[in-house]
């Protein structure tokens, strides 16, 4: 999973076909939970692109996309945002790839 660089960054990936935005940070035991199954997540919807995007070094952006809690997801496809897996609770696989399948 590709690690977003900047906010520009971030404003071109979101204006591309289906990309999953998620939010995470080193120090958080829940995102690291979802580390060992996320490269078969990645598998399973080919047709999105997946990029990891620390919370620390994106205050502002979380901010402004009013993530609090993470490990969180939000979708984006050519600028418009399609979905959000958003909340401070530990996800699942299955929760994670249900809530893709919406998209």
């Not at 530990?90 to 790839?97: D, L, M, S, V």
Request: charged share 30%; proline share 3%.
């Amino acid at each position: 999973m590709e690690n977003l660089t900047s906010i520009e960054q971030f404003d071109q990936l979101k204006q591309a076909n289906k990309v999953v935005f998620k939010f995470t940070a080193d120090w958080c035991p829940d995102c690291h939970f979802i580390d060992p199954f996320m490269e078969e997540v990645e598998g399973n919807f080919a047709d999105f692109q997946f990029i990891s995007v620390d919370r620390d070094k994106f205050m502002d952006l979380c901010s402004q996309l009013d993530i609090f809690g993470i490990p969180s997801f939000i979708v984006f496809d050519k600028g418009e945002e399609k979905g959000r897996f958003v909340s401070k609770d530990r996800k699942t696989k299955e929760e994670i790839e249900s809530f893709l399948q919406t998209i």
